[in-house]
T-cell receptor, first 113, second 115 residues
Framework: DQQVKQNSPSLSVQEGRISILNCDYT??????FLWYKKYPAEGPTFLIS?????DKNEDGRFTVFLNKSAKHLSLHIVPSQPGDSAVYFC????????????FGGGTRLMVKP | DTGVSQDPRHKITKRGQNVTFRCDPI?????LYWYRQTLGQGPEFLTY????????KSRLLSDRFSAERPKGSFSTLEIQRTEQGDSAMYLC?????????????FGNGTRLTVT
């Protein structure tokens, strides 16, 4: 069973526009959520996180929104840059459970110049 | 901070052979995790250590898989009697505990191909 799902395998946006990546989860025990970015031939790199006590967290061009009632989170990138082209993974964990992350399947973002 | 280091980067082996991968975490990190990633999927958790103690191993894929972290520093992941289905990217990550939600830092992985 996929506890974390990213339903869009790919997304293409124009440079300067907003990129919105979505993620849904089913396990109500999850209370900490992260986004990782992955370039080819590299390991995933941590991007931004949010705990369940918040509904928004911002870091520069990146904002994560959490809707607990809908079990949905999204990553907004504004403005999108060609260097943002990568695979983005959503991940979740339950607090005080060893930080064992459950990942979604990833969304490939392509930002066109 | 030299990052998480994994060795080798690539391993090609024949079915039935044993393989061992090594992970060197970020030096001050006391937690170490192993994940597996197959094509088109996200990383899948396998096991983790806090210092030298293996705190979760029930998600290792079969009894052919084992991991060690004997002195609480580097770790090894061994797969015995490899099968073609073991072909994947094996990722190691480390973090500093506490806090429990400290982000994981991943290495660049070891790509295993079983022929």
């Amino acid at each position: 069973d996929q506890q974390v799902k990213q339903n869009s395998p790919s997304l293409s946006v124009q440079e300067g526009r907003i990129s919105i990546l979505n993620c849904d989860y089913t396990n109500s025990m999850f209370d900490y959520f992260l986004w990782y970015k992955k370039y080819p031939a590299e390991g995933p790199t941590f991007l931004i996180s949010i705990s369940s006590i918040k509904d928004k967290n911002e870091d520069g061009r990146f904002t994560v929104f959490l809707n607990k009632s809908a079990k949905h989170l999204s990553l907004h990138i504004v403005p999108s840059q060609p260097g943002d082209s990568a695979v983005y993974f959503c991940a979740a964990s339950a607090y005080n459970a060893g930080n064992m992350l459950t990942f979604g399947g990833g969304t490939r973002l392509m930002v066109k110049p | 901070d030299t990052g998480v280091s994994q060795d080798p980067r690539h391993k090609i082996t024949k079915r039935g052979q044993n393989v061992t991968f090594r992970c060197d975490p970020i030096s001050e990190h006391n937690r170490l995790y192993w994940y597996r990633q197959t094509l088109g999927q996200g990383p899948e958790f396998l096991t983790y250590f806090q210092n030298e103690a293996q705190l979760e191993k029930s998600r290792l894929l079969s009894d052919r898989f084992s991991a060690e972290r004997p002195k609480g520093s580097f770790s090894t992941l061994e797969i015995q009697r490899t099968e073609q289905g073991d072909s994947a990217m094996y990722l190691c990550a480390s973090s500093l505990f506490p806090p429990d939600d400290s982000p994981l830092h991943f290495g660049n992985g070891t790509r295993l191909t079983v022929t």
